[in-house]
């Protein structure tokens, strides 16, 4: 089982990004995908999460309208997108799956840097 | 976003045990299975306890955890130096639909 992640990004506020997770190894419509966030030196925020098989989504009322979580089952991917970056936006963000059992397998994490 | 309570900091000396705590609500630690997470810098999360005190394959029986009403905790006994890392708990929270993680903790071996 692997989730891969896209690599480190830099960008200025304002600017859009999305950075994905790729999924191999399972049976990528078996398990929720979560997007995960760390920023600088402090704890982890659950995001939201996806069902790759119907493309149902909750997002945490923190992130809510702020990010779009996605996926594209045919690829095992999923996807995780800014349309207006903020540097408050700056950390590591991990992508992990799970079922009824919490996070098992967790992507490497994409550090998205905001600064202008 | 609430996030699961956990001291920021805990330290020992090697064969010591440790313990670090977790405390919750009634929406999530209260109700659901707590789980714990080790962290190195710069790495994803790993997990290391998960359904209360069921260990994945590969961790050792040094690290055990308990649960007690919306407080948690993990006890790490027979400290050694690769120890050090940090140790986050989760818990999934019926009012968020969502997984609550703790604060963290850095653990320190002296």
């Known amino acids: 089982v692997q989730l891969v992640q896209s690599g480190a990004e830099i960008k200025k506020p304002g600017e859009s990004l999305t950075i994905s997770c790729v999924g191999s190894?399972?049976?990528?419509?078996?398990?929720?995908i979560s997007w995960v966030r760390q920023m600088p030196g402090k704890g982890l925020e659950w995001m939201g999460r996806i069902d790759p098989s119907d493309s149902y989504i909750n997002y945490s009322p923190s992130f809510q309208g702020h990010v779009t979580i996605s996926a594209d089952k045919s690829i095992g991917t999923a996807y995780l997108q800014w349309t207006t970056l903020k540097a408050s936006d700056t950390a590591m963000y991990f992508c992990?799956?799970?079922?009824?059992?919490?996070?098992?397998?967790w992507g490497q994490g994409t550090l998205v840097t905001v600064s202008s | 976003q609430s996030i699961l309570t956990q001291p920021p900091s805990a330290s020992g000396t090697p064969g010591q045990t440790v313990t670090i705590s977790c405390s919750g609500s009634?929406?999530?630690?209260?109700?659901?299975?707590v789980n714990w997470y080790r962290q190195l810098p710069g790495t994803a999360p790993k997990l290391l306890i998960y359904s209360h005190i069921q260990r994945p394959s590969g961790v050792p029986d040094r690290f055990s955890a308990s649960k007690s009403g919306t407080s948690a905790s993990l006890a790490i006994s027979g400290l050694q130096s690769e120890d050090e890392a940090g140790y986050f708990c989760?818990?999934?929270?019926?009012?968020?639909?969502?997984?609550?993680f703790g604060g963290g903790t850095i653990l320190t071996v002296l």
């Open positions: 992990a799956r799970h079922s009824n059992y919490p996070p098992d397998y």
């Open positions: 190894g399972y049976n990528f419509m078996k398990y929720w």
């Open positions: 989760a818990a999934w929270d019926d009012s968020l639909n969502g997984w609550m």
């Open positions: 009634s929406s999530n630690v209260g109700r659901n299975a």
